[in-house]
């Protein structure tokens, strides 16, 4: 097999899989960023948290609409915006902290979900839902896909200076009269809607994975922010790029494929990482010990 059929013939031959590596590539776009301020808040669960938040909303509008992505996207968002802002309310009305409050509504929200799925749906219309069909990405889905990325980094770019600071030191921008609380509701917004973008090609259950480990792999090779959002978003990109094609030569699901590539570049990163690797770990305490 030359190096194009390898690499590049698949998308040259067949629309759908050229659909698919825009779409995943929009959404590496999007999430990567994301995650990487997520894992940055100490906020990792709480992506995963949002990822299942979305699910009876979309169950809803499947079960009103049939399997329309846009109408289950919609239902989605609005689900996610419901469970942001109740968990918000919780929040700020009783003792338990943020986490807390998202991961009582995840369970709620999934096992929700999970039920009118499988009430008013079938096995398939709940694979489908969980898991996503990212081969079925259409013209109108890759359109939402480019305008959740689009809207993703400029809302990013102008939030960018609190969220960091806010990342960091919450309590100094509150003392320098920074508006943390509304660069805090803008990014839960901006989690929601690209996991509700996530959700068209990868599933409910897949879509955070291209969030988080390209994120938390970029942490074990950089320190500085720049380099911490360039690493993620190559490693989105990449997971993306590779996971479709082995795929398409190995005959397995894309969703899952896209996540293990990205899986793999964690548990890489693990292993040889700069900052924080085993590797360097160990040959750092072997060099004191001689």
Known sequence: MTPYELLWQPFADFAFMRHALVGCLALALGCAPIGLFLVLRRMSLVGDAMSHAILPGAAIAFIVYGLSLTAMSIGGLIAGLVVVLAAGLVTRA????????????????????????????????????????????????????????????????????????????????????????????????????????????????????????????????????????????????????????????????????IILTAGIAYFISLAAGTRGGMLRSWLGRAHLEA
């Open 94 to 257: 009783t003792r338990l902290k943020e986490d807390a409050s998202f991961a009582a509504f995840y369970l709620v929200s999934l096992a929700s979900g999970v039920l009118l799925v499988s009430k008013w749906g079938s096995n398939v219309d709940l694979m489908h839902i969980l898991f996503g069909t990212v081969l079925a990405v259409d013209d109108t889905a890759l359109a939402f896909l480019a305008m959740v990325a689009s809207a993703t980094l400029l809302v990013l770019a102008g939030i960018y200076r609190a969220l960091v600071v806010e990342s960091f030191d919450p309590e100094f921008l509150q003392s320098m009269g920074g508006r943390g609380a509304w660069a805090h509701f803008a990014f839960l917004i901006l989690v929601v809607l690209n996991l509700v973008a996530g959700f068209q090609a990868l599933g409910t259950l897949m879509a955070v994975g291209l969030m988080m480990l390209p994120a938390a792999s970029a942490r074990l090779w950089a320190k500085e922010l720049p380099a911490l959002l360039g690493i993620a978003l190559l490693i989105a990109l990449l997971a993306a790029y590779v996971g479709l094609l082995l795929s398409y030569h190995a005959d397995l699901p894309s969703g899952p494929c």
